[in-house]
Nanobody, 115 residues
């Protein structure tokens, strides 16, 4: 069964850091360019970072310089290191292919930035 599971979210104060993890089961992530997305209720899903299977990365302007995407193909994992978090980073974060057709979306992991 193909499955993506996101973890690592939580409540953090502005300026804090979190590291999100994306684990895949049933398939090998390193065949694909992978993206981290975020979505607030009632809003469109936003692509915030991508990493190709060769390790090239790209970021949305809103997170550039603060977020870092990485992958560990041996562990079949993709990560998102988030530093200098802001209240506007509060969202549910998801991982999936960097472009469609997408795998079935996981449940995501909630990130809340608040004092």
């Amino acid at each position: 069964q193909l499955q993506l599971v996101e973890s690592g979210g939580g409540l953090v104060q502005p300026g804090g850091s979190l590291r999100l993890s994306c684990a895949a089961s049933g398939f090998t992530l390193d065949y694909y360019a992978i993206g981290w997305y975020r979505q607030a209720p009632g809003k469109q899903r936003e692509l915030v970072a991508t990493i190709t299977n060769g390790g090239n990365t790209n970021y949305a302007d809103s997170v550039k310089g603060r977020f870092t995407i990485s992958r560990d193909n041996a562990k079949n994992m993709v990560y998102l290191q988030m530093n200098s978090l802001k209240p506007e980073d509060t969202d549910v974060y998801y991982c999936n292919k960097a472009r469609g057709p997408y795998f079935t979306w996981g449940q995501g992991t909630q990130v809340t930035v608040s004092s």
